[in-house]
């Protein structure tokens, strides 16, 4: 009896260590996908139908209710989440540019948010490099009172190891020296424009900022070394509270039902465009992976929460409502995990904040890359911001996400453009965003441990020093340590 009893157990411990690699769910999920995935069509059907997903707009409210419909379709249990957003949209823009104010010819470009309701300046451009702190130091005074220009990303040239910062990051930095206006200069060659925000808060700027093409900007750039430019500024925009609604589709865990694991990325888009890219791919395979649970009747010990937010591109909006209506609860701590899905496409391995996760990620990795080949099993560590994993991170919940993917289709110089539309999505790769997300999901949601918990402030604080988050966290006042 003693030995089959040994014989029993090693038999147990056996078999419960291969229902911990999930391969044959990993396979039920892949066939799924494969076989029925939705989220190409659904995508497809709302970039034609309903169009953008400004937050706050006409538009933005179909969207939530296309999305909601959808989830109660595939027999999810959903339910919106409103909240109440500062929502901001561009109305009236004129940029006039010039060696003096008779002289002074229109140029192409777009307002950027949260600027002014209203603006009308004019006034000598002075340029400000790549728009960093560095740029300023050596003559702090010769920006006061003028309009500052800025490259978006990486001047070439520039000294090497130079990190760029956000847009909204450069503006508050030129608004600290005083200019009264930015134009940012996009990186994307062929005049293409860039919307998006260019207020570290989400809410309005003190001054107007707009957005030129590379080869204007370049070329304003030249003229400036010779002779002095001037620019007239004048636009109009929206700037009030509106209702908006990030929409929960839950599936409540069988042992761990107040331990949740959070699947989220953001529904809303600018307006320029479909935003097919920026983030239909991240919010329509979302939706795709609560259709593959509910479909394969798929359990968890863990509750999973499928989240589409709004208002990410006016400032992670929605992620925010999402953790201050936790703290209300108090059901924040409940969140052991938040995996972000923005512009997620085709992931080649999974990524996350925290390197522990390293061996349980690439042992779920190893098998599915015994399913799919193309699946190359990258692991990648580290922590960014400026997307909607952020709010959790500074709650100190660990992150993560696919890794290693590529835009489809060259569609990264149409990011936050008027060429981000439904033409550029790959069907396959869609699709793969799909299955080996909801892989890592299900794996996540069921694994006996999650070998880290959410970080105390001493913890948090070294981390985010260590990721170099200080400076940019500290020029949007999100910095809370001494």
Same mark, same amino acid.
């Given at each position: 009896m003693k030995y089959l009893f040994a014989l029993t157990l090693i038999s147990t411990t056996l078999f419960a260590n291969a229902q911990d690699q999930f391969g044959n769910v990993f396979s039920k999920i892949n066939d799924n996908v494969q076989q029925n995935s939705k989220a190409y069509q659904t995508l497809k059907y709302e970039t034609e139908t309903i169009g953008h997903r400004l937050t706050g707009s006409v538009n933005g409210e179909k969207a939530e209710q296309y999305a909601y419909d959808l989830l109660k379709s595939y027999g999810c249990d959903v339910k919106f989440?409103?909240?109440?957003?500062?929502?901001?949209?561009?109305?009236?823009?004129?940029?006039?540019?010039?060696?003096?104010?008779?002289?002074?010819?229109?140029?192409?470009?777009?307002?950027?948010?949260?600027?002014?309701?209203?603006?009308?300046?004019?006034?000598e451009i002075v340029d400000a490099g790549n728009g960093m702190e560095v740029d300023y130091q050596a003559d702090p005074a010769k920006f006061k009172g003028k309009i500052a220009l800025i490259y978006l990303g990486v001047l070439p040239g520039s000294p090497a190891g130079t990190k760029s910062l956000h847009?909204?990051?450069?503006?508050?930095?030129?608004?600290?020296?005083?200019?009264?206006?930015?134009?940012?200069?996009?990186?994307?060659?062929?005049?293409?424009?860039?919307?998006?925000?260019?207020?570290?808060?989400?809410?309005?700027?003190?001054?107007?900022?707009?957005?030129?093409? *590379?080869?204007?900007?370049?070329?304003?750039?030249?003229?400036?070394?010779?002779?002095?430019?001037?620019?007239?500024?004048?636009?109009?925009?929206?700037?009030? *509270?509106?209702?908006?609604?990030?929409?929960?589709?839950?599936?409540?865990?069988?042992?761990?039902?107040?331990d949740k694991v959070v699947v989220g990325g953001h529904l809303d888009s600018w307006d320029l465009a479909t935003g097919a890219i920026d983030n239909g791919i991240g919010s329509f395979a979302i939706m795709d992976m609560a259709r593959t649970f509910k479909q394969l009747h798929l359990k968890t010990k863990r509750t999973v929460e499928f989240v589409l937010f709004m208002g990410e591109e006016q400032g992670l909006l929605g992620s925010k409502a999402y953790i201050n209506q936790a703290k209300k609860e108090k059901t924040l701590q409940q969140v052991k995990f938040m995996l972000n899905y923005d512009m997620t496409n085709d992931p080649k391995g999974f990524s996350t904040s925290r390197a522990e996760m390293k061996e349980l990620f690439t042992a779920w990795g190893d098998d599915i890359v015994k399913i799919d080949t193309g699946f190359k099993n990258l692991f990648n560590a580290g922590a960014g911001l400026h997307s909607d994993h952020q709010p959790f991170m500074l709650e100190g919940i660990p992150t993560g996400g696919g890794f290693g993917g590529k835009l489809p289709n060259n569609s990264g110089p149409?990011?936050?453009?008027?060429?981000?539309?439904?033409?550029?999505?790959?069907?396959?790769?869609?699709?793969?965003?799909?299955?080996?997300?909801?892989? *890592?999901?299900y794996a996540l949601a069921n694994t006996p441990k999650i070998p880290i918990g959410i970080q105390g402030e001493e913890e948090l604080k070294a981390f985010l020093e260590s990721q170099n988050l200080k400076e940019p966290l500290t020029i949007a006042g999100e910095w809370r340590w001494k």
């Amino acid at each position: 009896m003693k030995y089959l009893f040994a014989l029993t157990l090693i038999s147990t411990t056996l078999f419960a260590n291969a229902q911990d690699q999930f391969g044959n769910v990993f396979s039920k999920i892949n066939d799924n996908v494969q076989q029925n995935s939705k989220a190409y069509q659904t995508l497809k059907y709302e970039t034609e139908t309903i169009g953008h997903r400004l937050t706050g707009s006409v538009n933005g409210e179909k969207a939530e209710q296309y999305a909601y419909d959808l989830l109660k379709s595939y027999g999810c249990d959903v339910k919106f989440q409103p909240f109440e957003v500062e929502s901001w949209a561009r109305k009236t823009i004129h940029v006039e540019i010039g060696s003096d104010q008779n002289s002074l010819v229109k140029m192409k470009a777009v307002t950027l948010a949260h600027s002014p309701v209203s603006a009308d300046i004019v006034g000598e451009i002075v340029d400000a490099g790549n728009g960093m702190e560095v740029d300023y130091q050596a003559d702090p005074a010769k920006f006061k009172g003028k309009i500052a220009l800025i490259y978006l990303g990486v001047l070439p040239g520039s000294p090497a190891g130079t990190k760029s910062l956000h847009r909204s990051e450069k503006t508050a930095i030129a608004t600290q020296y005083g200019a009264t206006g930015v134009i940012i200069i996009n990186t994307v060659k062929n005049g293409v424009l860039l919307t998006g925000t260019a207020s570290v808060t989400g809410k309005l700027i003190s001054i107007p900022a707009v957005c030129i093409g *590379l080869e204007d900007g370049m070329a304003l750039k030249e003229k400036l070394k010779t002779q002095a430019q001037t620019a007239h500024i004048a636009m109009t925009n929206f700037s009030g *509270l509106i209702k908006a609604r990030n929409v929960v589709a839950t599936f409540k865990g069988t042992e761990l039902p107040k331990d949740k694991v959070v699947v989220g990325g953001h529904l809303d888009s600018w307006d320029l465009a479909t935003g097919a890219i920026d983030n239909g791919i991240g919010s329509f395979a979302i939706m795709d992976m609560a259709r593959t649970f509910k479909q394969l009747h798929l359990k968890t010990k863990r509750t999973v929460e499928f989240v589409l937010f709004m208002g990410e591109e006016q400032g992670l909006l929605g992620s925010k409502a999402y953790i201050n209506q936790a703290k209300k609860e108090k059901t924040l701590q409940q969140v052991k995990f938040m995996l972000n899905y923005d512009m997620t496409n085709d992931p080649k391995g999974f990524s996350t904040s925290r390197a522990e996760m390293k061996e349980l990620f690439t042992a779920w990795g190893d098998d599915i890359v015994k399913i799919d080949t193309g699946f190359k099993n990258l692991f990648n560590a580290g922590a960014g911001l400026h997307s909607d994993h952020q709010p959790f991170m500074l709650e100190g919940i660990p992150t993560g996400g696919g890794f290693g993917g590529k835009l489809p289709n060259n569609s990264g110089p149409f990011y936050h453009s008027d060429g981000d539309s439904f033409k550029l999505v790959d069907e396959q790769e869609l699709k793969n965003t799909v299955r080996y997300s909801a892989m *890592l999901t299900y794996a996540l949601a069921n694994t006996p441990k999650i070998p880290i918990g959410i970080q105390g402030e001493e913890e948090l604080k070294a981390f985010l020093e260590s990721q170099n988050l200080k400076e940019p966290l500290t020029i949007a006042g999100e910095w809370r340590w001494k």
